[in-house]
């Protein structure tokens, strides 16, 4: 199994997710965060003040899946998550060694 994460502009959350779930994901997790890469941020004002913004809204999406279906998850995320702009995000992929569903005791891609 493949974990999959990707930090995306938060308006391409719902494209991801179509996406995502029309190539087989059964499941993902979102998580609102903020960060800054090569972006650096911007300034703005506010109230007549000058102030930088250094941490960006971004979000945050994870999906457990079987290591058979990550490439096609991943270029179906990256497909939708592009804008060809500065700030598009990034992807990471590790390997999960394995997952237990609480309810039931399922192991493995069971448990996903």
Request: charged residues 30%.
């Amino acid at each position: 199994m493949k974990k999959i994460e990707a930090i995306i502009k938060p308006f391409k959350l719902d494209d991801v997710k179509r996406g995502l779930i029309e190539c087989g994901v059964v499941g993902v997790t979102v998580s609102e965060v903020r960060g800054f890469g090569r972006q650096k941020g911007h300034t703005e004002i506010y109230r007549g003040s000058e102030y930088e913004v250094d941490f960006l809204p971004k979000v945050k999406v994870e999906a457990i899946v079987p290591s058979e279906l990550a490439q096609q998850a991943l270029e179906v995320l990256e497909g939708a998550a592009r804008t060809g702009r500065i700030g598009d995000g990034k992807m990471f992929v590790s390997g999960v060694d394995g997952a237990v569903r609480i309810r039931t005791g399922e192991t493995g891609v069971d448990a996903v």
